[in-house]
Structure formats: C-alpha cells, structure tokens
Nanobody, 123 residues
C-alpha cells in the first residue's frame, strides 16, 4: 500500500485546511485509515481514523473533536482530513496511515504510512 499525503501549509489561528491522502496498491474499500501528527520534540500522536468498507465508524482525539472531520472519497481512493478552527497547538507534521480491516487508533494498528505533510498554525 502506498500513501501520498498533501494539503498542508501555513494558516492563521482560526483558519482551515484540508489534508488529502491518496491510496494505491490495494483495494480502497478494504482499508481503514488514520491521521497522526508529530510536533518537534514530541511523540507521534493519534488525530483521527475511519473504518473500512462502508462502515461509517470514526474516532477522534479529544483535542480535535468538533473541529476536525475525517472522510473517505472512494471515487478517488482518497481520504480527507478537514481541519477547522485551527490552533497553534495543531502545528506539526501530519501523517496518513492505513491498515486492512477495521478501524484503529494507535500507531501500532497501522502498518502502512505516507510521507507526511507539514501544517503550521500561526497565532
């Protein structure tokens, strides 16, 4: 499975960004996806995940609930992370991850990782 993330950038606090992750090398419907982020000097942390196939299950870190939305776009084999009301503490390198099967929420749940995209939120 290959994952290609894009959509990061520099935005002011309160602004929005949409990250996208294009998947290839596997049947898209059989994959569950997650987004993680890593700030300088910190551990990589879970942000959001969505289940496989037509299951609508999703999970979010408490810090992003109500502001971020993860969604699947099967027509383009792509997963999106819509980020609204961004805060400086959302700054970090955002990674897309995938696994076959049901939803996951830890780094160890996901064997496939993309290269990441930088998100910077200025105050």
């Amino acid at each position: 499975v290959q994952l290609q993330a894009c959509g990061g950038g520099l935005v002011q606090a309160g602004g929005s960004l949409r990250l996208s992750c294009a998947a290839s090398g596997s049947t898209f419907a059989d994959l569950a996806f997650g987004w993680f982020r890593q700030a300088p000097g910190k551990e990589r942390e879970f942000v959001a995940s969505v289940s496989w196939r037509w299951n609508r299950d999703s999970k979010y870190a408490d810090s992003v609930k109500g502001r971020f939305t993860i969604s699947r776009q099967p027509s383009k084999d792509t997963v999106h992370l819509q980020m609204n009301d961004l805060k400086p503490e959302d700054t970090g390198f955002y990674y897309c991850a995938a696994r076959t099967g049901r939803i996951g929420s830890t780094k160890n749940d996901f064997p496939y990782w993309g290269q990441g995209t930088q998100v910077t939120v200025s105050s």
